[in-house]
């Protein structure tokens, strides 16, 4: 099983559409959930952490499922700017993040 | 946005060639990390380095050298690469090596191996 494994994709939504990504990582000892988003041939950057009560963040809702070890990541009314690849990150207990291979988000207008 | 800057951004390199790829942070950071990034592939934590020294070397086959000379600055050199090398290289930093430190990436080298 992959340490983080994330829905293929990719998800291709009109604007102001609801979109959500799951994620599922297998060490049940990871303390540390971020999202990071990268933009087609760009570096990744941080788009949220994610909490043990869940967060929000504008358009944005994380959540943390830790009995499942999952995590979410829900996107509100699309922007065509939101169109990028959403990756999952994963801190087990060794303090190195380990990425997911990454969702591709293609809102359309 | 220059925090962590990468250069060459891309390298054509041939199987017998030696080069190096650089990675300057602006952010005053102690940890500094190679990625390598392969198509359709989770990012791959190549090397680790926390105040210099460094803290992890993830199987990687020894044709990577990394040096890290200040906490500014990282270098992985390249020799007798593999075409299935070609990849893009990302370098990042954070504050610390720990559970809650963002991470931030330079623009990456886009490297290919003929």
């Known amino acids: 099983r992959k340490e983080v494994e994330q829905d293929p994709g990719p998800f291709n939504v009109p604007e102001g559409a609801t979109v959500a990504f799951n994620c599922t990582y297998s060490?049940?000892?990871?303390?540390?959930f971020f999202w990071y988003r990268q933009d087609c041939r760009k570096e990744p950057k941080l788009l949220m952490s994610?909490?043990?009560s869940g967060n929000e963040d504008g358009r944005f809702t994380a959540q943390l499922n830790r009995a499942s070890q999952y995590i979410s990541l829900l996107i509100r009314d699309s922007k065509l700017s939101d169109s990028a690849t959403y990756l999952c990150?994963?801190?087990?207990?060794?303090?190195?993040?380990?990425f997911g291979a990454g969702t591709r988000l293609t809102v359309k207008p | 946005e220059t925090g962590v800057t990468q250069t060459p951004r891309h390298l054509v390199m041939g199987m017998t060639n030696k080069k190096s790829l650089k990675c300057e942070q602006h952010?005053?950071?102690?940890?500094m990390y190679w990625y390598k990034q392969s198509a359709k592939k989770p990012l791959e934590l190549m090397f680790v380095?926390?105040?210099?020294?460094?803290?992890e070397n993830n199987s990687v086959p020894s044709r990577f050298s990394p040096e890290c000379p200040n906490s500014s600055h990282l270098f992985l050199h390249l020799h007798t690469l593999q075409p299935e090398d070609s990849a893009l290289y990302l370098c990042?930093?954070?504050?610390?090596?720990?559970?809650?430190?963002?991470?931030?990436f330079g623009p990456g080298t886009r490297l290919t191996v003929t």
């Open positions: 990042a930093s954070s504050q610390d090596r720990g559970l809650d430190y963002e991470q931030y």
């Open positions: 060490n049940s000892a990871s303390q540390s």
């Open positions: 994610v909490y043990s």
């Open positions: 990150v994963v801190i087990p207990n060794n303090n190195d993040m380990r």
């Open positions: 952010l005053g950071h102690n940890a």
């Open positions: 380095y926390n105040f210099k020294e460094q803290t």
